[in-house]
């Protein structure tokens, strides 16, 4: 969906490195998220955040930190990257107050490799 | 949290209805559910939402039984574009599992 955008696309790093990867949102959804994705595992949720100053860990949270910068932007951080960490990053929003499951729109995914 | 389970994977023929069941035994009163569809290297897109009883769109039907602790996904007259990852989500906003959904293999 061209209303949700991540930078970068790929990112190729070294182990112990900081990285940044950030989300941008034009659809004025108050929930954003990041989600990790490895081959065959499906997504799982690593951070959530509700609204500006709410902020929740998700399944895996440990290794990863973010950042809720405004409504439209949500940033997710490796403090040191380790190979474990290579998969494809997404970041979705969502409107809420929709009932407990309400439409997510994915952005196009960072794809991360750690060596 | 509502688990679900629905099959790896399900291989069809252009042109054929193709039907993915996902069980959940253990749905909330207030859940819904909700099927996504992802294709290679893209993010996951909204296909149908449901409740209760059958909700039908331009892409998809969902029929949901009485009991609600299953769902079935019918894909109508697919084509090789229909070759996907389908995942089925039931409940709790705050913790949302995609799981390893089904591998639908369209061919010609």
């Known amino acids: 969906d061209a209303d949700v955008t991540q930078t970068p696309r790929n990112r190729i790093t070294k182990t112990g490195k900081r990285i940044m990867l950030e989300c941008s949102q034009t659809?004025?959804?108050?929930?954003m998220y990041w989600y990790r994705q490895d081959p065959g595992l499906g997504l799982r949720l690593i951070y959530y955040?509700?609204?500006?100053?709410?902020?929740n860990k998700g399944e895996i949270s440990d290794g990863y930190s973010v950042s809720r910068q405004a409504q439209a932007k949500f940033s997710l951080s490796l403090e040191s990257a380790i190979p474990n960490q290579t998969a494809l990053y997404f970041c979705?929003?969502?409107?809420?107050?929709?009932?407990?499951?309400?439409?997510?729109?994915f952005g196009p995914g960072t794809r991360l490799t750690v060596l | 949290l509502a688990k679900t389970t629905q099959p790896i994977s399900m291989d069809s023929y252009e042109g054929q209805e193709v039907n993915i069941t996902c069980s959940h035994n253990?749905?909330?009163?207030?859940?819904?559910i909700t099927w996504y569809q992802q294709f290679p290297s893209q993010g996951p897109r909204f296909i149908i939402q449901?409740?209760?009883t059958k909700v039908t769109n331009e892409v998809a039907s969902l029929f949901i039984p009485a009991d609600r602790k299953s769902s079935t996904l019918s894909l109508p007259r697919v084509s090789l574009s229909d070759t996907a990852v389908y995942y089925c989500?039931?409940?709790?906003?705050?913790?949302?599992?995609f799981g390893a959904g089904t591998t639908v293999t369209v061919r010609a």
């Open positions: 449901g409740y209760k």
């Open positions: 955040s509700f609204d500006v100053k709410d902020i």
């Open positions: 979705a929003t969502s409107e809420g107050g929709q009932g407990s499951t309400d439409t997510q729109y």
């Open positions: 989500l039931v409940g709790d906003n705050n913790k949302l599992s």
């Open positions: 253990n749905i909330a009163t207030n859940d819904y």
């Open positions: 659809k004025g959804h108050d929930r």
